[in-house]
C-alpha cells in the first residue's frame, strides 16, 4: 500500500488534504477551549472561532468526494463511493433514530458534532464491507 501511495498523486493528495484539514480541526478545537472557554472570548469572534472545528470537519466531506472525483481507476472509485454510501446511511440513520428517542423518550440528548463523527467511523465499517463482499477495502483508507 505504502509503494501505491507513492505512485498514485490523487492518494497523496487525499492523504495531504486529510491531514490538513486533521490539523485546523485540532488546532482550532484547543484554540476555542483555550480562549472561548478558559479565557472568556465573546462576541463575533468566538462565533468565528467556534465555527471553525466544525467547517474543518465538513472539509472531511469534500476532500472525500475530491477523491472519487480524481481516482482515475473506476473500481476504486466504486469502492469509495460505497464506503461513503454506508457511512452516510449509517450516519443519518442513528441521527434519525436517536432525534426520535429524544423526542419520545427519556434519553440524554447528544451534540450534533457526533453525527460527522459517526459517519467518519462509518467510512472504516464501509472499508470493512468492501473487504468482505469485494475483497479489497480501497488504496486510502
Not at 18 to 34: D, N, R
Not at 60 to 66: D, G, S
Not at 105 to 125: K, L, N, Q, R, Y
Request: glycine share 8%.
Amino acid at each position: 500500500m505504502i509503494a501505491d501511495l507513492k505512485r498514485k498523486p490523487e492518494a497523496r493528495r487525499y492523504l495531504l488534504r486529510m491531514a490538513t484539514a486533521m490539523v485546523i480541526y485540532l488546532g482550532s478545537l484547543f484554540a476555542a477551549e483555550i480562549l472561548i472557554e478558559d479565557r472568556g472570548l465573546s462576541g463575533a469572534p468566538a462565533y468565528v472561532l467556534a465555527a471553525v472545528p466544525g467547517l474543518s470537519f465538513a472539509a472531511l466531506f469534500w476532500i472525500f468526494a475530491r477523491l472519487i472525483v480524481e481516482e482515475r481507476d473506476e473500481f476504486l472509485r466504486l469502492l469509495y463511493v460505497r464506503q461513503g454510501m454506508v457511512a452516510t446511511g449509517l450516519a443519518l440513520t442513528a441521527a434519525a433514530v436517536w432525534g426520535f428517542l429524544e423526542t419520545y423518550m427519556p434519553v440524554p440528548h447528544v451534540e450534533a458534532f457526533w453525527w460527522p463523527t459517526i459517519w467518519c467511523f462509518g467510512i472504516g465499517v464501509g472499508a470493512i464491507y468492501n473487504k468482505v463482499t469485494m475483497g479489497v477495502a480501497g488504496e486510502c483508507m
